[in-house]
């Protein structure tokens, strides 16, 4: 089946140091790739997308390419801010005949201090 | 600019008693869904409906009823809750069901005793 796998948390940065959580998916066919935020207390916000190969998907300054020779959709950001701390989930879109259904991964939560 | 709405915020039950998750959405989408978060697993989805009247099962079912009466409803109920139902919940809706992009509730914190 589909799964996707991302990097453990918790990931703490100082502001405007430069911030990668790594992701990597299982899946057959040819998924949608996404990456949502969840702010404390919020639900989950689409926060960029990709969905074919070599799409880069970018919101925010955030960014992540569509590498589907390596599986991978890392998101990365130049500069964060106290602002990005919340909770970043990696998630695929495929087609089950009716639907499309979204596979997440397990969350990795940002701290952002000054 | 309500976009999915859910009630209550916060619920505490008892092991045994029945409760119904509200899930509301202004935006006429047809596809709706459940999930459940717990930590260190992600989100889970429950059961997930593409129209008024249809319904299926999600990944983890077991232990909810769904229905879709209207377009704009889809609420969730748990008939007899248990301490592994614990979780937040959240529901989502998408203009179509093989639509990319969905859009999520603020969530449901449901403590189980």
């Known amino acids: 089946g589909n799964s996707v796998t991302q990097m453990e948390g918790p990931v703490t940065l100082s502001e405007e140091a430069f911030l990668t959580i790594n992701c990597t998916y299982t899946a057959t066919g040819y998924p949608s790739l996404f990456w949502y935020v969840q702010y404390p207390g919020e639900g989950l916000q689409l926060l960029l997308k990709a969905t074919k190969a070599d799409d880069k998907g970018s919101n925010k300054g955030f960014e992540a390419t569509y590498r589907k020779e390596t599986t991978s959709f890392h998101l990365e950001k130049g500069s964060v801010q106290v602002s990005d701390s919340a909770v970043y989930f990696c998630a695929l879109s495929a087609h089950t005949g009716t639907a499309s259904k979204l596979t997440f991964g397990t969350g990795t939560r940002l701290q952002v201090t000054l | 600019n309500a976009g999915v709405t859910q009630t209550p915020k916060f619920q505490v039950l008892k092991t045994g008693q029945s409760m119904t998750l509200q899930c509301a959405q202004d935006?006429?989408?047809?596809?709706m869904s459940w999930y459940r978060q717990d930590p260190g697993m992600g989100l889970r989805l429950i059961h997930y409906?593409?129209?008024?009247?249809?319904?299926d099962q999600g990944e983890v079912p077991n232990g909810y009823n769904v229905s879709r009466s209207t377009t704009e409803d889809f609420p969730l109920r748990l008939l007899s809750a248990a301490p592994s139902q614990t979780s937040v919940y959240f529901c989502a809706s998408s203009e179509t069901a093989l639509a990319l992009t969905q859009h999520f509730g603020d969530g449901t914190r449901l403590s189980i005793l």
């Open positions: 409906s593409v129209g008024a009247g249809i319904t």
């Open positions: 935006m006429n989408h047809e596809y």
